[in-house]
């Protein structure tokens, strides 16, 4: 199957810093990627939606400016946290689909990443 | 709207035994897709389990089966021969041919025990 790998698998931060998760498609190009954010515990919830050189789509109520999000290339998307303070501390996980999202396309889950803001 | 209701936060079932987690759902769309989804402890997401909406065959994989009653909007999965591990917590999700989103339902936290 296809492997999507995330960097890097754990983090610790100060409050304030900007910290860089990566998602990568190893053996596949994707067009769409997909990232969500989990508490322990509790399902996966949407955050956005990021299509390689175009802007992503953010679901409603995740903040824009915080969660800065970059799909330069077809086996690359970043996800930034920009100023992160103690609530932004949690489990985020990427998933990638070849094709477009006009049809169904098996997503692919990263290994996720873990986030602790101090 | 999509929806996914897993009603069952957790169970338990002891080795060897069958299990059998519920899932309802709902949508307006007559193309989607169902699935189940293990994460263990490792919190790495696999897939179990896919079920096409127009197929009116319950999907097996192995141990994994499911019952897919469409019109009840019902998408249970039936774990048979428990093994130490499957445990772990199992998420169903629906997605529509147009849009790409996965939806998730609460997750159901299986464990299996010896």
């Known amino acids: 199957g296809a492997v999507v790998s995330q960097h890097p698998s754990r983090v610790i931060c100060k409050s304030g810093t900007s910290v860089k998760i990566e998602c990568r498609s190893l053996?596949?190009?994707?067009?769409?990627m997909f990232w969500y954010r989990q508490f322990p515990k509790q399902s996966l919830m949407l955050m956005a939606t990021s299509n390689e050189g175009s802007k992503a789509t953010y679901e409603q109520g995740v903040e824009k400016d915080k969660f800065l999000i970059n799909h330069a290339s077809l086996t690359l998307s970043t996800l930034t946290v920009t100023s992160a303070h103690p609530e932004d501390s949690s489990f985020y996980i990427c998933?990638?689909?070849?094709?477009?999202?006009?049809?169904?396309?098996?997503?692919?889950f990263g290994p996720g990443t873990r986030l602790t803001v101090l | 709207a999509q929806t996914v209701t897993q009603s069952q936060p957790e169970m338990s079932v002891q080795e060897a035994e069958t299990v059998t987690l519920s899932c309802t759902y709902d949508t307006s769309e007559n193309n989607y897709y169902l699935f189940w989804y293990k994460q263990p402890p490792s919190r790495q997401m696999i897939l179990v389990i896919r079920?096409?909406?127009?197929?009116?065959q319950n999907a097996t994989e192995n141990r994994f089966s499911v019952n897919f009653q469409k019109a009840a909007k019902s998408f249970s999965l039936k774990i048979s021969d428990s093994q130490l591990g499957d445990t772990a917590m199992y998420f169903c999700a629906s997605i529509v041919r147009k849009g790409g989103k996965l939806i998730f339902g609460q997750g159901t936290e299986l464990s299996v025990k010896p």
């Open positions: 079920q096409e909406a127009y197929k009116q």
């Open positions: 998933s990638a689909i070849s094709g477009g999202v006009r049809s169904y396309n098996e997503q692919f």
């Open positions: 053996d596949f190009q994707a067009t769409t």
